[in-house]
């Protein structure tokens, strides 16, 4: 035997034979799909790899039940699948994302790797048919958008807000801690009247929770799934009972919130859940801008910034300024937004491309919505554990900004008028001098417009941040 030989086998599809690698489970079609698309390097998320088995084994069960497939034969594919979606076999899933937009590729890969350890397990190689067998009642064009829902489904429900609400908790917990500590707020990143870092950090605990109110609004779009559609949704060549059955299979076998589509072609002419869901982790990510934004710039310093906060200490921040830290985490999730935002963009437009009774940008659409989700997962816990929970206030140095802002003039409106509090301002600001110095030299108090105490209580800052 040659060492070519030793390294290949020989494997046939409808087109003809294929060369395999003799170590491959997949067969024909996946090896074509690997040679026809060498683009990216990029290959399924391994979440989608577990929904595409997850669906592969509720099918085989439902099909045995309905007298579709051997009892023997389906129960093979289970076994083969439920290794599949432990993640035993992923070496076995080589196709590129970019590729057939239907995902028609990765749903062959998944019925050649199932059909070869199926055989194998029945100590029949070749007797399990990926097509014919597991891939019975069921097409790449309801396979593929359904694996894709249920990855998302779960990735959102299991990891995205849990870590949402666990970067919520602990924004909530220095919104408490900080309750008392007084700061200028700021509008146009000018001085504005008094708000407490509490009031701030409370803004960003809504943002976050929000998000999350964001994501359950979306589910039972992300949850409906048009398996049981087969080629082009009217369910061609599936059993009376089959979309129902292998949904609620699957929804039984993962926890998830699963439905069958109220409406099979919408569910496979187009991927508006999708694109909502997409369009929701663009919300979160400019929330989590927004706030990481605000901590570098309050954490700005420490002698030429705001310095209001003190962010972790993480690692050195230069490798030619010596003691330098920056804001690594905040950088960090900046960046996710980013990409989170790109991506969003990216899945508007695939999710467009929908012809007639098919969506035919679906692997993209999958990558970056998997994606997404699991940078922003990973980006909140990150930024909860080790940034937000060791966030400390410098407390004088932001009450010292309070009390020297202009803006807090704006009380004595009622006493002295707009226009007045203007002068007094312009006054402060060109003397260098405090809003209660220039008020009790230019005679208000002297004139009777308010009293001492009455200055006083206007002047109050931190009375300023409360109706």
Same mark, same amino acid.
Do not use: C
């Given at each position: ?29 996946? =090896? ?22 997850? &669906? ?10 309905? !007298? ?8 093979? &594919? ?69 694996? &894709? ?37 700021? $509008? ?65 076998? $993962? ?12 569910? =496979? ?45 993480? =690692?050195?921040?230069?490798? &030619? ?17 980013? =990409? ?10 695939? !999710? ?34 080790? $940034?937000?929970?060791?966030? $400390? ?31 007094v301002v312009k006054k402060s600001l060109a003397e260098r001098r405090t809003i209660r110095e220039v008020v009790i030299a230019s005679g208000y108090v002297e004139r009777g417009d308010l009293t001492l105490q009455q200055l006083d209580e206007a002047l109050d800052v931190l009375r300023m941040t409360r109706p």
């Amino acid at each position: 035997m040659s060492d070519d030989q030793r390294e290949y086998r020989i494997e046939h599809d409808s087109m003809g034979e294929v060369r395999v690698p003799a170590h491959a489970k997949w067969r024909a079609q996946t =090896q074509r799909a690997v040679e026809n698309f060498p683009i990216s390097g990029q290959r399924l998320e391994r979440a989608h790899i577990e929904a595409l088995a997850r &669906i592969k084994a509720a099918a085989a069960k439902v099909n045995a039940e309905l !007298g579709v497939l051997d009892e023997g034969v389906a129960a093979a &594919i289970q076994e083969a699948a439920a290794e599949v979606a432990e993640g035993r076999w992923d070496d076995h899933f080589p196709v590129d994302v970019f590729q057939t937009g239907s995902g028609t590729s990765s749903n062959m890969n998944t019925n050649e790797v199932l059909a070869t350890l199926a055989g194998e397990r029945l100590g029949r190689p070749g007797a399990v048919h990926p097509n014919d067998h597991v891939n019975a009642s069921q097409s790449s064009n309801d396979v593929f958008p359904s694996s &894709i829902h249920i990855a998302a489904t779960a990735a959102v429900t299991r990891d995205l807000v849990p870590a949402l609400e666990h970067l919520a908790a602990a924004l909530g917990r220095k919104s408490a801690e900080f309750a008392e500590v007084v700061k200028s707020g700021r $509008t146009h990143l000018m001085d504005a009247t008094p708000v407490t870092l509490g009031q701030e950090f409370a803004g960003y605990a809504a943002q976050v929770r929000y998000g999350v109110e964001r994501l359950h609004a979306s589910l039972p779009r992300l949850a409906e799934l048009p398996l049981g559609g087969t080629a082009v949704g009217t369910g061609i060549n599936t059993p009376p009972g089959f979309s129902a059955a292998v949904i609620a299979e699957v929804a039984a076998a $993962t926890g998830l919130p699963l439905t069958e589509a109220r409406d099979h072609f919408e569910a =496979q002419g187009a991927r508006d859940g999708l694109v909502e869901t997409s369009g929701q982790l663009r919300t979160i990510a400019v929330s989590l801008t927004k706030i990481s934004n605000d901590l570098r710039w309050m954490a700005s310093g420490p002698r030429t910034g705001l310095a209001e906060i003190n962010l972790p200490d993480l =690692q050195p921040g230069s490798s &030619i300024m010596p003691g330098k830290v920056n804001p690594v985490i905040p950088e960090a999730v900046l960046m996710v937004a980013a =990409q989170v935002t790109g991506n969003d963009a990216t899945v508007a437009a695939a !999710g467009a491309a929908g012809n007639f009774e098919l969506n035919v940008m679906l692997p993209v659409i999958a990558k970056n919505l998997l994606e997404s989700i699991r940078l922003l997962a990973n980006a909140a816990r990150l930024l909860a554990d080790r $940034t937000v929970d060791g966030i $400390t206030a410098n407390v004088e140095r932001a009450r010292e900004y309070a009390e020297s802002s202009p803006s807090v003039v704006t009380p004595l409106n009622k006493y002295i008028g707009y226009e007045e509090a203007a002068k007094v301002v312009k006054k402060s600001l060109a003397e260098r001098r405090t809003i209660r110095e220039v008020v009790i030299a230019s005679g208000y108090v002297e004139r009777g417009d308010l009293t001492l105490q009455q200055l006083d209580e206007a002047l109050d800052v931190l009375r300023m941040t409360r109706p």
